[in-house]
């Protein structure tokens, strides 16, 4: 089946305590993409990844790290986690983008609640 | 830059009534557009997409016509059960490697 899978899908902690959000895709994508979901705000990209080795900065990468060593990982890094990034996360995948643009499916994980006291 | 803008919700409605849900689009050129569905406790799924101008997309008993002359995309569906229950996004593509999303619009269907 394919899928995107996303781990922890609920997570508490505290100011400042490193964690990671880990992101895997089973269909051989290229690109992969973060975004975290607000109320009133609607999603809003992190980061993204065209492909192995190859990640940019999307809308809100502050506070935030990416990694792309294997083509299916995506791994989201808070290196010292703030309450202002107390979100739902999101990662998503799809065949590599033609011409800069997305033109199809775009598959996301079932999404990760952090809330950081 | 490109933004997309939607009606805000919730938008309620009985079961088997028409649905309209508004969507207006800023680009500076030809954006691909799309309707995202994301039913509780999960990740959003596609909906439907068009591509180019006086495109039509359908899936489920949903449609929506991409209207370059008005910049809309307005999302239909004829009569709703309450398993449409859920929050719609729209979101466009042009040029800038991700979708860019409007803010949601909670669909609440009741018997």
């Known amino acids: 089946e394919a899928q995107v899978t996303q781990n922890p899908r609920y997570l508490i902690t505290v100011t400042g305590k490193k964690l990671t959000v880990t992101c895997s895709q089973n269909?051989?994508?290229?690109?992969m993409s973060w975004y975290r979901q607000d109320p009133g705000l609607g999603l809003r990209q992190i980061y993204y990844?065209?492909?192995?080795?190859?990640?940019d900065k999307g809308d809100v990468p502050e506070g935030y790290k990416v990694s792309r060593k294997e083509k299916r990982n995506f791994p989201l890094i808070l290196e010292s986690p703030s309450p202002n990034q107390t979100s739902l996360y999101f990662c998503a995948s799809s065949a590599s983008p033609r011409g800069g643009r997305i033109t199809g499916e775009l598959f996301f994980g079932e999404g990760s609640r952090l809330t950081v006291l | 830059g490109d933004s997309v803008t939607q009606m805000e919700g919730p938008v309620t409605l009985s079961e088997e009534a028409f649905l309209t849900i508004n969507c207006t689009y800023t680009a500076t050129g030809y954006p691909s557009l799309f309707w995202y569905v994301q039913y509780p406790g999960e990740g959003l799924q596609l909906l439907l997409k068009a591509t180019k101008a006086d495109d039509k997309g359908s899936n489920k008993g949903f449609e929506a016509t991409y209207r370059k002359e008005t910049t809309s995309f307005h999302l239909e569906k004829g009569s709703v059960q309450v398993s449409d229950s859920a929050v719609y996004f729209c979101a466009l593509s042009e040029n800038t490697d991700k979708l860019i999303f409007g803010t949601g619009t909670r669909l609440q269907v009741f018997p």
């Open positions: 269909m051989n994508h290229e690109y």
């Open positions: 990844s065209m492909n192995v080795e190859v990640t």
